[in-house]
């Protein structure tokens, strides 16, 4: 896989459910953001979690990071169907300036 | 809330036209990137700036590309002579101190190119 792949690409929910998406990476990061793309606009930043944190909250958001399995979960509690919009992780490694994103999973939220 | 602030929204251009996409970052950041997305595809990352010069940049950002802080609070993306595959949403963001600090991104410029 890329770094930086998010699964499932596609998750439709009803209005009300979680959502979980997941993002897998191959190198050593020193941070991972998650952010979100309504379509066709720009990037809203969610979280940012660090290389030596575990989970981190944000209102209805969760964000959990599990660097041994190379993996960050995004959890979306009692989502709503303001939430529809793709959502991108993305990681970068010491020493870069770069942010390397993935190719993102499709939420849509039925009312 | 700081925001960064890209303009214009949307740019129409002719193939073979130079095209300069400008940005407002946060003030007291430091750190300046150029990112595009290709309509349907990744975000990729172009080139970072710091202290007035590149500090690291794709095998996207080639000649065609310069990057350029021309005053105390702008920040631009020139492309030479466009192509219709430089056609993407092209995103600016700034960081305080580089990426331990994550970024703030702006809401973008979508070129066109003809």
């Known amino acids: 896989s890329q770094q930086g792949e998010e699964d499932p690409q596609a998750l439709s929910i009803q209005e009300g459910e979680n959502a979980t998406m997941n993002c897998s990476y191959k190198?050593?990061?020193?941070?991972l953001q998650w952010y979100r793309q309504n379509s066709g606009r720009g990037l809203v930043h969610l979280i940012l979690i660090r290389s030596n944190e575990r989970e981190k909250h944000s209102g209805r958001l969760r964000v959990t990071l599990d660097t041994s399995k190379k993996s960050s979960s995004l959890l979306i509690t009692a989502s709503r169907a303001a939430d529809t919009a793709s959502y991108f992780c993305a990681t970068v490694t010491s020493g870069t300036y770069k942010y390397i994103f993935g190719t993102g999973t499709r939420l849509k939220v039925l009312a | 809330e700081p925001e960064v602030t890209q303009t214009p929204s949307h740019q129409v251009t002719q193939m073979g036209q130079e095209v300069i996409l400008r940005c407002v970052p946060i003030?007291?950041?430091?750190?300046f990137y150029w990112y595009r997305q290709i309509l349907g595809q990744k975000v990729e990352f172009l080139v970072s700036f710091y202290n007035n010069e590149i500090s690291e940049k794709s095998e996207i950002f080639d000649d065609q590309f310069s990057v350029e802080r021309p005053d105390g609070s702008n920040f631009t993306l020139k492309i030479r002579s466009t192509k219709l595959e430089d056609s993407a949403m092209y995103f600016c963001?700034?960081?305080?101190?580089?990426?331990?600090?994550?970024?703030?991104f702006g809401s973008g410029t979508r070129l066109t190119v003809v």
């Open positions: 190198t050593s990061i020193n941070n």
């Open positions: 003030s007291n950041h430091l750190y």
């Open positions: 963001a700034s960081s305080e101190g580089g990426t331990p600090y994550g970024y703030t």
